[in-house]
């Protein structure tokens, strides 16, 4: 309720400990983190912020896999999950129909997988100076937003049908000059 309310920035640990009638410390032993009490609060069978930061890991890609190829294919395998896929969809679908739902998951992704693919890209490309880190993350959650929207929710064919390989092969190029490539 109190993300609900107030959105994911501004909702605290111990305001929702508050309204709970329990002390911060025992959220905090509980969950953590204000990211993984909100994948709690949303039900998610995984905590997407803990995915992308395991796939962004050092050594988690295999050697001569390129970024956008290693975080494609992380995307699709989590999105196989039967459970996870039907949770995903249902914030999807759900998001565009509330102005609370799309504030709350709009902080949230700024936070919990636009910061780190932000810095993922400043790391790819050093060159650029990082200052447009933001733009270049932001670029790639809409490629990958797009191909969970058309893919699972609208199943337009023959997206809906394409095997993760190729699907990998043809959108990672894309992901990789997002991340550092040349956007002009």
């Known amino acids: 309720a109190r993300f609900g309310d107030l959105g994911y920035d501004h909702a605290t640990i111990r305001k929702i400990a508050a309204d709970a009638g329990v002390d911060a410390a025992l959220v905090h032993h509980f969950y953590g983190t204000k990211e993984e009490l909100f994948a709690a609060a949303m039900r998610l069978p995984v905590n997407p912020g803990q995915v992308l930061a395991a796939a962004l890991a050092p050594g988690a890609r295999d050697e001569g896999q390129s970024l956008g190829e290693h975080l494609l294919g992380t995307v699709l395998g989590v999105w ?3 459970e996870i896929r039907a949770t995903f969809l249902g914030l999807l679908r759900s998001a565009p129909t509330s ?6 998951l709009r902080e949230f992704l700024a936070g919990a997988i636009l910061g780190p693919l932000a810095q993922a890209a400043r790391e790819a490309a050093p ?14 959650a809409s490629q990958v937003l797009g191909l969970g929207l058309t893919r699972y ?8 049908q394409a095997s993760s390989a190729d699907l990998i ?3 990672a190029p894309n992901l990789d000059r997002y991340l550092s490539g040349d956007l002009s």
Do not use: H, K, T
Request: charged share 20%.
């Open 80 to 82: 196989e999950v039967a």
């Open 169 to 171: 092969a043809a959108i």
């Open 127 to 140: 060159g650029a100076g990082g200052q447009d880190a933001g733009y270049r993350a932001a670029l790639v």
């Open 153 to 160: 929710v609208l199943e337009v064919e023959p997206l809906a």
């Open 99 to 104: 102005e609370q739902a799309v504030v709350m």
